[in-house]
């Protein structure tokens, strides 16, 4: 019994695990493999890099902490690879954690597994384990691609280092998914709990990163495993490995796990141990007055209108951090001579505050549209696998209708993220006295529509050929455009070979204006993806 | 106009899924007007046929047509007149049942208020509750308030009374008869005969992607095979010359020396092979419709009835 619940459990587990190990391989690879075209091959070229980069870390301790022996293979991944791959395999184990249990549940299945004798408190560690040993098997593909990366650089890694780092990452992970089962089984429905573990996992990240900066929070920020995961992950020579910090890692997530199956044991069945009571109130008999909900565009907005409305508070939110921190920033490094020397060319003559809101902040700005339209595709897909796309087809509505509705939402929506983003740089330059170009700003903000647009479309393609696979092989492809337009110049890779990332093609319009050819390739990506999702849509079959 | 024209027509409609599985040249008529009861058991192609008419999914060969209009290269046009309940319900989440109806009235055009309103008190369908919240046969009703809340000239219904306790399903039948009084068609799939006795004028039967059977609900009865038992005093006539005989199946002696066999139509041939013997006791039993629908499914028989001209 036990081992057919592990089995199903792994396998619910496997395309998540396949795209993370597949992500984390690349991007560990990547890094390693690339430090010494980064840092340079000289004592002199790396202390010169080490330097450099400890002055642009400090505009990024909000979110990672300080650098330590950047100049060595093993700081670098630690600062640059790890700590990222800590936040973002934080957030997988998030849905984890919620899906454990909640999964199964929505599809009746915690019921037939109930119903079969299983007892509740083994089903939920059945499943904790799978998912926890789900997490290690990433983070140990993750130490062996640092391992292969530093070996093709003739570099060497320590390996008690890498070790303790990839136990602190997975402890972290662990931590996240206790958390996140802990919710599942608190709240009533699964996307309540992926919103709530999000938003906590976020918020703890965000906790200990504003509590490098700012003081006050510095005796709350103990709640956050990222807190004890910093005191842990020491890849660099001389960094100190806080065992405790470890034990309080596991510790915490045992006893997330532990109250999670208390809350398993009392609850119902389909329900959340907290539920509102049901009150008295007269059936209602007639169809919603709302006029949103009659016309195709305006009724899916509205059907999003909290998720959309949360992209864009962390749009504006972001924006206007970045923006804030853009003056220090600039500061620095027109103080810094490394740095300075760099600007001529990277700078096109524009000041320094404004090119490092081109890079920062659009860089960021452009993968966070990449990443909603893979939610909006995400959306389309379960429209089709739940039976809403029949449902809509059922009614005197034609396909070619379905995907110029969908590919319109996708654009107003986009359309409603640029406008925010461009209003909170605007207002976060007026706020902090950042002087920026307008046009700049409302261009850059204008060329997010295109960029998120040929997602959406490939999005729609993908939909209508592989429903079920959609979303891992979009977020394959963000992710790999990502990788290549960020590790690409690294490896001196050729202009044309960047241009296959939608990011290159992007480009930093705040920095150097519009680059013609590459908005140029997003336009025909986008006719030639929105062509391609009617044809296949009008091919093929729905539900069944 | 719905009463007096062909509502759905099929020829040679095929869907061929491979290794057997699908819907394979279905010739079809149903009337305007008519309700036409659609059985089969699980898998045997009914929601396949009602999925090829709705444009869902494509024929592999053969074409439909409703309403005179062809249902893939005028499928809009089809759906406007059409209201169709799927048997695999959408996943409506967190809306409301209100919204629900508001949405997919948005889509449609020309709803009423008024007859939403009368629909959900037929049903005692509550709308103020989300969708995630309710019940298999509260998500069924609202399922049957959005197949016909638009008024439409054919009703195509997969399996309607899935989830319904006996009181709403009365209310359904209710509400069948009362729109094919109206002019309206209705096509309903169902493996529930019961069903299918209640409000059907014709059934089809379709076996393993076949359709084997259409006649009127009464013609189909009397078509059917009947069972029969015979007792002799003295010598009985040998077996052989009895299961020869046209029309007759599963002809056997029992223990105790009584002929056992199956009837389809006349008994004309089976009494000429039975004479000579001395027949004391003669039972013919008509088996019900169940018996019926079972004996087209068994790998064993149901060869012999005739598809009927519709």
Same mark, same amino acid.
């Given at each position: 019994?036990?081992?057919?619940?592990? =089995?199903?459990?792994?396998?619910?587990?496997?395309?998540?695990?396949?795209?993370?190990?597949?992500?984390?391989?690349?991007?560990?690879?990547?890094?390693?493999?690339?430090?010494?075209?980064?840092?340079?091959?000289?004592?002199?070229?790396?202390?010169?890099?080490? #330097?450099?980069?400890?002055?642009?870390?400090?505009?990024?301790?909000?979110?990672?902490?300080?650098?330590?022996?950047?100049?060595?293979?093993?700081?670098?991944?630690?600062?640059?690879?790890?700590?990222?791959?800590?936040?973002?395999?934080?957030?997988?184990?998030?849905?984890?954690?919620?899906?454990?249990?909640?999964?199964?549940?929505?599809?009746?299945?915690?019921?037939?597994?109930?119903?079969?004798?299983?007892?509740?408190?083994?089903?939920?560690?059945?499943?904790?384990?799978?998912?926890?040993?789900?997490?290690?098997?990433?983070?140990?593909?993750?130490?062996?691609?640092?391992?292969?990366?530093?070996?093709?650089?003739?570099?060497?890694?320590?390996?008690?280092?890498?070790?303790?780092?990839?136990?602190?990452?997975?402890?972290?992970?662990?931590?996240?998914?206790?958390?996140?089962?802990?919710?599942?089984?608190?709240?009533?429905?699964?996307?309540?709990?992926?919103?709530?573990?999000?938003?906590?996992?976020?918020?703890?990240?965000?906790?200990?990163?504003?509590?490098?900066?700012?003081?006050?929070?510095?005796?709350?920020?103990?709640?956050?495993?990222?807190?004890?995961?910093?005191?842990?992950?020491?890849?660099?020579?001389?960094?100190?490995?806080?065992?405790?910090?470890?034990?309080?890692?596991?510790?915490?997530?045992?006893?997330?796990?532990?109250? +999670?199956?208390?809350?398993?044991?009392?609850?119902?069945?389909?329900?959340?141990?907290?539920?509102?009571?049901?009150?008295?109130?007269?059936?209602? /008999?007639?169809?919603?007055?709302?006029?949103?909900?009659?016309?195709?565009?305006?009724?899916?907005?509205?059907?999003?209108?909290? +998720?959309?409305?949360?992209?864009?508070?962390?749009?504006?939110?972001?924006?206007?951090?970045?923006?804030?921190?853009?003056?220090?920033?600039?500061?620095?490094?027109?103080?810094?001579?490394?740095?300075?020397?760099?600007?001529?060319?990277?700078? #096109?003559? /524009?000041?320094?505050?404004?090119?490092?809101?081109?890079?920062?902040?659009?860089?960021?700005?452009?993968?966070?549209?990449?990443?909603?339209?893979?939610?909006?595709?995400?959306?389309?897909?379960?429209?089709?696998?739940?039976?809403?796309?029949?449902?809509?087809?059922?009614?005197?509505?034609?396909?070619?209708?379905?995907?110029?509705?969908?590919?319109?939402?996708?654009?107003?929506?986009?359309?409603?993220?640029? +406008?925010?983003?461009?209003?909170?740089?605007?207002?976060?330059?007026?706020?902090?006295?950042?002087?920026?170009?307008?046009?700049?700003? &409302?261009?850059?903000?204008?060329?997010?529509?295109?960029?998120?647009?040929?997602?959406?479309?490939?999005?729609?393609? &993908?939909?209508?050929?592989?429903?079920?696979?959609?979303?891992?092989?979009?977020?394959?492809?963000?992710?790999?455009?990502?990788?290549?337009?960020?590790?690409?110049?690294?490896?001196?890779?050729?202009?044309?070979?960047?241009?296959?990332?939608?990011?290159?093609?992007?480009?930093?319009?705040?920095?150097?204006?519009?680059?013609?050819?590459?908005?140029?390739?997003?336009?025909?990506?986008?006719?030639?993806?929105?062509?391609?999702?009617?044809?296949?849509?009008?091919?093929?079959?729905?539900?069944? | 106009?719905?009463?007096?024209?062909?509502?759905?027509?099929?020829?040679?409609?095929?869907?061929?899924?491979?290794? *057997?599985?699908?819907?394979?040249?279905?010739?079809?008529?149903?009337?305007?007007?008519?309700?036409?009861?659609?059985?089969?058991?699980?898998?045997? *192609?009914?929601?396949?046929?009602? =999925?090829?008419?709705?444009?869902?999914? =494509?024929?592999?060969?053969?074409?439909?047509?409703?309403?005179?209009?062809? /249902?893939?290269?005028?499928?809009?046009? /089809?759906?406007?007149?059409?209201?169709?309940?799927?048997?695999?319900?959408?996943?409506?989440?967190?809306?409301?049942?209100?919204?629900?109806?508001?949405?997919?009235? *948005?889509?449609?055009?020309?709803?009423?208020?008024?007859?939403?309103?009368?629909? !959900?008190?037929?049903?005692?369908?509550?709308?103020?509750?989300?969708?995630?919240?309710?019940?298999?046969?509260?998500?069924?009703?609202?399922?049957?308030?959005?197949?016909?809340?638009?008024?439409?000239?054919?009703?195509?219904?997969?399996?309607?009374?899935?989830?319904?306790?006996? &009181?709403?399903?009365?209310?359904?039948?209710?509400?069948?008869?009362?729109?094919?009084?109206?002019?309206?068609?209705?096509?309903?799939?169902?493996?529930?005969?019961?069903?299918?006795?209640?409000?059907?004028?014709?059934?089809?039967?379709?076996?393993?992607?076949?359709?084997?059977?259409?006649?009127?609900?009464?013609?189909? #009865?009397?078509?059917?095979?009947?069972?029969?038992?015979?007792?002799?005093?003295?010598?009985?006539?040998?077996?052989?010359?009895?299961?020869?005989?046209?029309?007759?199946?599963?002809?056997?002696?029992?223990?105790?020396?009584?002929?056992? !066999?199956?009837?389809?139509?006349?008994?004309?041939?089976?009494?000429?092979?039975?004479?000579?013997?001395?027949?004391?006791?003669?039972?013919?039993?008509?088996?019900?419709?169940?018996?019926?629908? &079972?004996?087209?499914?068994?790998?064993?028989?149901?060869?012999?009835?005739?598809?009927?001209?519709?």
């Amino acid at each position: 019994m036990d081992r057919t619940l592990a =089995r199903i459990a792994w396998r619910e587990n496997r395309r998540g695990l396949l795209g993370f190990a597949a992500l984390m391989l690349a991007m560990l690879v990547a890094q390693a493999a690339g430090f010494a075209q980064i840092a340079g091959t000289t004592a002199a070229a790396r202390q010169e890099f080490a #330097h450099s980069m400890e002055v642009l870390a400090k505009q990024f301790s909000w979110l990672f902490p300080d650098p330590v022996r950047i100049d060595t293979v093993g700081g670098f991944l630690q600062w640059r690879a790890f700590s990222f791959a800590a936040a973002v395999l934080g957030v997988w184990a998030v849905f984890l954690g919620v899906g454990a249990v909640r999964r199964g549940e929505e599809r009746g299945l915690l019921d037939q597994w109930l119903g079969a004798g299983v007892p509740r408190l083994r089903l939920l560690a059945v499943r904790a384990l799978a998912g926890v040993a789900s997490l290690g098997a990433v983070v140990v593909v993750m130490c062996l691609a640092a391992v292969i990366g530093a070996a093709a650089a003739h570099e060497s890694l320590d390996a008690l280092g890498l070790a303790g780092i990839g136990l602190s990452v997975w402890t972290l992970t662990c931590a996240c998914f206790g958390l996140a089962l802990l919710l599942s089984q608190v709240l009533r429905g699964r996307r309540a709990a992926y919103g709530a573990g999000a938003a906590v996992v976020v918020a703890l990240f965000l906790l200990n990163g504003f509590a490098r900066q700012i003081d006050g929070l510095r005796p709350v920020r103990v709640i956050s495993p990222f807190f004890w995961y910093d005191k842990a992950s020491a890849l660099a020579t001389g960094a100190t490995y806080d065992t405790a910090a470890v034990v309080v890692m596991l510790a915490a997530a045992a006893v997330l796990v532990t109250l +999670a199956g208390a809350a398993l044991l009392r609850r119902d069945t389909g329900s959340g141990l907290l539920h509102p009571r049901a009150r008295t109130r007269p059936a209602v /008999v007639a169809p919603s007055r709302n006029p949103l909900l009659r016309l195709p565009v305006p009724a899916t907005l509205y059907r999003q209108r909290w +998720a959309l409305l949360a992209w864009c508070a962390g749009m504006a939110v972001g924006a206007v951090f970045v923006v804030g921190v853009a003056k220090p920033a600039a500061d620095l490094i027109d103080s810094t001579p490394q740095l300075r020397r760099l600007l001529p060319t990277v700078a #096109h003559g /524009v000041a320094t505050a404004q090119l490092y809101v081109g890079w920062a902040w659009f860089g960021l700005a452009a993968l966070i549209c990449a990443a909603y339209a893979v939610t909006v595709v995400a959306r389309w897909s379960s429209d089709d696998l739940e039976g809403r796309l029949a449902a809509e087809l059922s009614a005197p509505v034609s396909r070619t209708a379905v995907v110029v509705e969908r590919l319109a939402e996708a654009f107003a929506a986009l359309l409603l993220l640029a +406008a925010v983003c461009a209003a909170a740089v605007l207002l976060g330059g007026v706020l902090f006295g950042v002087s920026l170009d307008a046009g700049g700003v &409302l261009l850059s903000c204008a060329l997010l529509v295109p960029l998120g647009m040929v997602f959406a479309a490939a999005g729609g393609v &993908l939909t209508a050929l592989l429903p079920r696979g959609t979303v891992a092989a979009l977020a394959g492809v963000a992710v790999a455009s990502y990788l290549l337009f960020t590790l690409g110049p690294l490896f001196k890779l050729p202009n044309w070979a960047l241009d296959f990332s939608v990011f290159q093609l992007y480009g930093t319009p705040l920095v150097e204006g519009l680059f013609v050819t590459g908005l140029v390739a997003l336009l025909v990506a986008w006719a030639v993806g929105a062509a391609a999702s009617l044809a296949a849509l009008r091919r093929r079959e729905v539900g069944g | 106009m719905a009463a007096t024209m062909t509502a759905i027509c099929a020829r040679g409609l095929t869907k061929d899924y491979g290794a *057997g599985r699908g819907l394979f040249d279905l010739d079809l008529d149903v009337a305007g007007g008519e309700v036409f009861g659609y059985l089969g058991p699980n898998g045997a *192609g009914k929601s396949t046929t009602i =999925r090829l008419l709705m444009d869902l999914a =494509r024929a592999t060969r053969g074409s439909a047509t409703v309403f005179g209009l062809d /249902v893939h290269a005028d499928s809009v046009a /089809v759906k406007r007149r059409t209201g169709h309940l799927p048997g695999e319900l959408p996943d409506f989440g967190g809306l409301r049942g209100s919204e629900v109806v508001a949405w997919m009235a *948005g889509l449609r055009g020309g709803v009423e208020a008024a007859r939403v309103r009368s629909l !959900c008190e037929r049903f005692d369908l509550d709308l103020g509750q989300r969708w995630r919240e309710y019940s298999r046969g509260t998500r069924q009703k609202l399922a049957i308030v959005l197949a016909c809340m638009h008024r439409p000239d054919l009703l195509v219904l997969d399996e309607p009374t899935a989830g319904l306790d006996p &009181l709403n399903q009365q209310a359904f039948y209710q509400l069948v008869r009362e729109e094919s009084r109206r002019g309206v068609t209705v096509f309903l799939s169902s493996h529930i005969l019961s069903e299918v006795q209640h409000v059907c004028d014709r059934v089809g039967i379709i076996r393993e992607g076949r359709l084997v059977a259409v006649d009127r609900l009464d013609e189909l #009865h009397h078509l059917r095979v009947h069972r029969v038992e015979i007792e002799f005093a003295g010598a009985a006539p040998p077996l052989a010359r009895v299961a020869a005989a046209a029309g007759v199946e599963n002809a056997r002696y029992d223990d105790g020396g009584h002929l056992l !066999c199956d009837v389809h139509g006349s008994f004309e041939s089976l009494l000429r092979a039975l004479s000579g013997a001395t027949v004391v006791n003669l039972t013919s039993t008509e088996p019900s419709l169940e018996e019926v629908f &079972l004996t087209y499914y068994r790998g064993d028989g149901g060869t012999g009835l005739p598809l009927a001209a519709s």
